[in-house]
C-alpha cells in the first residue's frame, strides 16, 4: 500500500501527518465511499481537532454530509455505523498505540468493518488523482451526535448475562490509558454493576499515564493495583480502545494468545460448538484450547480485517489476533475493546477466577525476533527458503510457516520496517529457542546471497 498501513494513514502531527494530507484524504474517502453521509469520530490526541476539522473539510467540499460522534472509541464509530442505514461509511481519527506526536486517519465500510484493501487502494488512487468538487450550493453539513458512546456499551451490555454480572458483585481495576474509553468504560463498569479502580480515565492526548499501547511494562500500576485491591481482575485499553488486555487477581499480566484462547473457549461452550478464527501468528494454546471443548479453529493472515472477514464468510463465532484485538460475531465485526472486558467478566462469573482459568491453559513457549532485510528482498527471501524446505508442512498464507510434530515456525515480512519477523513456538523452550536461532541465521544467509 501506498499510503494505508495495517491499520489506517499514520505518521506524525504537521510533518507527514499535514492537514493539507488529511484534507485531500478527506476528499478522497468521500469520491470513493461516498455519496451519503459519512460518520467521524476522534480519539483524545491533542492533534485530533486538527486533524478531524481537516478531514471534514475534505468531506464536505465533496457535498458528503458529515456525523460528527466526538470523542468516543473506534469500535463505537464502527456500531454506529453499522446501525445507521443512512450512514455509509466511517472515519477514525487515531493513531491507536502509536506516541502522542502521531495520528492516523482509518477508514470504515457501511457495515461497520474495516476498510479491505481494494477500498484503500481506491482510495490512494484517488488521492493521487485530479479530485473536482461540486459548486459552492453542493457542499455538505454537519450533524453533531452526543450519545453515540452510551448506544454502544447500551449495545454491549445486551450482549453478556449483565444480570448475573451485577449479582456476582465483581470487583475490577480498569487502565483507560488517557484514551477514547475514558467515558465509555466507566460507564459499561457503572451498567454492569461493577465495583471499578479506575486508573488514567482523564482524557489526554500527551498520555501521561504511560504511553497508549497497553504492553506489560506499561502496565505496573495495574498489576499492582489489582492485587492490592483484591480486586477480581484488571483490564486496560489502547489508546482508541479497539482492544483490550487483562491483568489476573493477582497482578498476573495475562497475553493476548491467552485471553484470546479463554474467550474463544467460553465461546465454544456456550454455544455448544462452533468455529474460532485467528492468524497465522497466533499461539497454539488457542487452538488446543477450542478443541478441547469441541470447537475448531481456522487461520488467516495477520490483521483484524482479514479475520473479521473470514468470520463472515464461515459464520465463525469468535476471533482476534494475539495483541488484544478480539471480534465477537453476535455484537460486530470489529476489534472491540469494551465487548472484550465484558465478555471476560461474564466468563470470570460463570466459569471461574482468571487466574484459575489462566492455569487450565496448555503451556507454550513462544520466542519472538527479527531479522533485518530490504523490502525489495522480502519476496525472493520467502521464496528461496520456501524451497530449502520442500517436502516440509509449508503454509504461504502470511509469509512463510512451518509446522512441525513439536511446535511451528514463522517468517513473516514486517509492513513498516525493513525486516523480517521471526515467530517459534513450542511446548519445549529448548526447542522454541534453538528453531528461533537456526531460521534466524538461515534468513539472515539467505538475505545476504540476495543483495
Partial sequence: ????????????????????????????????LGPGSIAIAKDTRTSA??????VESGLLAMG????????????????????????????????????PEFNGIKCV?????????????????????????????????????????????????????????????????????????????????????VKVVTLNASPDGRFPGHYSEPTEDNLGDLKRMTAETGSDLGFAHDGDADRCVFVTGSGRYVPGDQSLAILGRSAVQKNGGGIVVTTVATSCVVEEAVKSVGGTVEYTAVGSPVVARRMISNGALFGGEENGGLIFADHQYCRDGAMSIAKMIEAVVLRGSLDEQVDSLPKFVTIKAAVGCPDNLKGATIKEIAHRHEGERINLTDGLRIDYDDGWVLMRPS??????????????????????????????????SLQ
Fill in 1 to 32: 500500500m501506498k499510503m494505508f498501513g495495517t491499520n489506517g494513514i499514520r505518521g506524525v502531527v504537521n510533518g507527514y501527518m499535514s492537514s493539507e494530507l488529511a484534507l485531500k484524504v478527506g476528499k478522497s474517502i468521500a469520491k470513493v
Fill in 415 to 448: 509492513g513498516t520496517e525493513p525486516k523480517f519477523r521471526v515467530y517459534s513456538e513450542s511446548k519445549d523452550k529448548a526447542v522454541a529457542e534453538g528453531r528461533s536461532k537456526r531460521f534466524l541465521e538461515e534468513a539472515g544467509a539467505v538475505i545476504s
Fill in 109 to 193: 465500510s457501511a457495515d461497520g468493518t474495516e476498510c479491505s484493501h481494494e477500498e484503500e487502494t481506491a482510495i490512494e488512487d484517488a488521492y493521487e488523482s485530479e479530485i473536482v468538487c461540486p459548486g459552492w450550493d453542493g457542499v455538505g453539513s454537519v450533524r453533531r451526535v452526543s450519545d453515540a458512546g452510551e448506544a454502544y456499551i447500551d449495545a454491549v451490555v445486551r450482549n453478556v448475562d449483565a444480570d448475573a454480572i451485577r449479582k456476582a458483585g465483581i470487583k475490577a481495576v480498569l487502565d483507560c490509558s488517557n484514551g477514547a474509553a475514558s467515558n465509555t468504560t466507566p460507564l459499561l463498569m457503572k451498567k454492569l454493576g
Fill in 64 to 99: 458528503v454530509d458529515v456525523v460528527d460522534l466526538g470523542m468516543v472509541p473506534t469500535p463505537a464509530l464502527q456500531y454506529y455505523v453499522k446501525t445507521h442505514d443512512d450512514v455509509v461509511a466511517g472515519v477514525m481519527i487515531t493513531a491507536s498505540h502509536n506516541p
Fill in 49 to 54: 481537532d486538527m486533524i478531524t476539522c481537516a
